[in-house]
């Protein structure tokens, strides 16, 4: 089965500067990314997806980038506020949701 | 909000109960997928039900089981409980047809068994 990989597991950034977050995946038929940020006390909500037909996405302040051959895709947060403080996971589904695999999230610390 | 409400919020148990976690999905939204979080571990999947069928199950053993019903609500249940189990417990609903992809995720639910 889909087996994701996540990197960093702790991220600590000044404000204003930016974020990148990447994983890897093992299942060649993967062909949906979506990005979670999970907040304390919440569920993951999902902030940005890719689709295996495209190599990036953006939206306005985040931006994912796959790289089908390397099997692996990233995420970018530029001008980084407090508020991104929170748990990020990538997940990768060849199908339908029933397969979704998620990574072990990286906790991204956002200093003012 | 997303729309997908969970209870209990928090719940302890003790080893060999059984526990019922409930969970109303979004209205209009066919398919729900139940996930186990254990602290610090992105959401592994357990199974997710489309029109009140299992429809693909995750590496969890028999006494994790669910139902799902015809009013947007459904079920977990998690029998002869163990230390292990220990974890929020989180659904998603989404819509199978149109766009794939997107989960709609509830608050969960904390289950600490002693």
């Known amino acids: 089965g889909e087996n994701v990989e996540q990197h960093p597991s702790t991220l600590s950034v000044q404000e204003g500067d930016s974020a990148v977050i990447k994983c890897t995946y093992s299942?060649?038929?993967?062909?949906?990314f979506p990005w979670y940020k999970q907040e304390l006390g919440k569920g993951p909500q999902l902030i940005i997806d890719i689709r295996s037909n495209v190599g990036e996405k953006k939206d306005q302040r985040i931006a994912v980038t796959l790289n089908k051959t390397a099997k692996h895709f990233s995420l970018h947060i530029t001008e980084t506020q407090p508020e991104d403080s929170a748990v990020y996971f990538c997940a990768a589904s060849s199908g339908d949701n029933n397969d979704m695999r998620f990574g072990a999230g990286t906790r991204l610390t956002v200093k003012p | 909000e997303t729309g997908v409400t969970q209870s209990p919020t928090h719940l302890i148990k003790t080893r060999g109960q059984q526990v019922t976690l409930r969970c109303s999905s979004q209205s209009g939204h066919n398919t729900v997928s139940w996930y186990q979080q254990a602290l610090g571990q992105g959401p592994q999947f357990i199974f997710q039900y489309y029109r009140e069928e299992e429809n693909g199950r995750g590496n969890f053993p028999p006494r994790f089981s669910g139902l799902q019903f015809p009013n947007y609500s459904s079920e977990l249940n998690v029998n002869a409980l163990e230390l292990d189990d220990s974890a929020l417990y989180l659904c998603?609903?989404?819509?199978?047809?149109?766009?794939?992809?997107?989960?709609?995720f509830g608050e969960g639910s904390r289950l600490t068994v002693l």
């Open positions: 299942d060649s038929a993967s062909n949906y």
């Open positions: 998603a609903s989404s819509l199978t047809s149109g766009v794939r992809g997107e989960l709609f």
